[in-house]
């Protein structure tokens, strides 16, 4: 093999600006593997650079690959890799961190302040994501998969682990009664492995009526609530429309058989996973006394909550940051068929030349036949 070898790759230059164009690529490094990507799924934070060059206060600030949940073939194994050979199936962990660091050290290498991950801008030179065909990644972190997992599933193997991170600091237990809010494909995660973790009773909120019944049909969730687009004017408004919200999901009956209904009540663990404020709010009052908020989702980072509320009934709220030492746990429930990835993925794009198009429909919440889109893959 060449020491240098030219490859294709989907590069984002500015909103809305992705071109297809010819890089190199040297031979892996002595502690690397090389790894032809055979498939990239599209995350939130994706769209935020497409659409708007930039994710929060991370700006674009040169040509950059998109993608970060994939998975791909070794095709070739540096000097020093002894864990790795050619044709092993792998799930990319993207993020790189120093390994030197009091968290590092710790265990919690998610929160490195060296780390580097791709497709974010955070930091310069960027590190490059994994919309291209191949690309040089340490052996450690290319998590090798069996291949009876299909390619396309093994790259929403990122998604999963920050759903297992979420369920993991959240203590979720046997019998426990949890509220997801929001219906995209990272709630439909947590909703699944806290299902895995032994939670009874999955109540799941949107705003739109398909995703939660999506949900439902497909075993995510025993149960569902629509949110209404009620949105007050003032600080006392906005409060008042959360918590009439969380009494709406929490006199969701607990089984519509019984001769006399029984509400769920309160809930032991709300996942909230849209980062909208008004989410956090209801998350808030619908949590039990003694519960727990997760923030799992990403969104306007100032917000106005009634932290007298979460206080008062010692709700503890807990912020989530993408994972740590989750991936072989998440590959084994998945061999194992306690998690059905494949229900997710509802739209297919092939080749680098249909990212475009894959990222505009990833914005959408149907496609132009009026199909629900949950999950877009783009294979190479």
Known sequence: MPSVSQIKASVLYGPHDLRVEDREIDLPAADEVQVEVKATTLCGSDLHYYNHGANGDFKVRE???LGHEASGIVTAVGSDVTTHKIGDHVALEVGIPCSQC???RQGKYHLCPKMQFRSSAKSFPHFQGTLQQRINHPAIWCHKV???????QVALIE???????????????????????????VGLLCAAMAKVSGATT???????????????????????YLVPMTRGQTTEDKLRIAKEGAEAVNSLILDPTDEEPVPIGQYDIVFECTGVESCVQSGIYAAAP????????????????HVGAAATREVDILGVFRYSNAYPTVIALVHQG?????????????????AEQAFKLA??????????????????
């Open 63 to 65: 040509p950059l690959s």
């Open 102 to 104: 009091k968290n590092c």
């Open 146 to 152: 069996p291949k009876s997992i299909p390619l396309e």
């Open 159 to 185: 998604p999963l682990a920050v759903a297992a991170h979420a369920t993991r600091r959240a203590a979720v237990f046997p019998g426990a009664k949890v509220l997801i809010y929001g219906a995209g494909a």
């Open 202 to 224: 999955i109540a799941i909120a949107d705003i739109a009526e398909g995703r939660i019944e999506f949900a439902v049909k497909n075993g995510f969730a025993t149960h569902k």
């Open 290 to 305: 003694g519960g727990r908020l997760m923030l799992v989702g990403m969104g306007n980072p100032i917000q106005t909550l």
């Open 338 to 354: 306690f998690v059905d990835l494949g229900k997710i993925i509802t739209h297919r794009f092939d080749g680098l030349e249909a």
């Open 363 to 380: 914005g959408r919440a149907q496609d132009d036949d009026g199909n629900l889109v949950v999950k877009t893959v783009i294979t190479y």
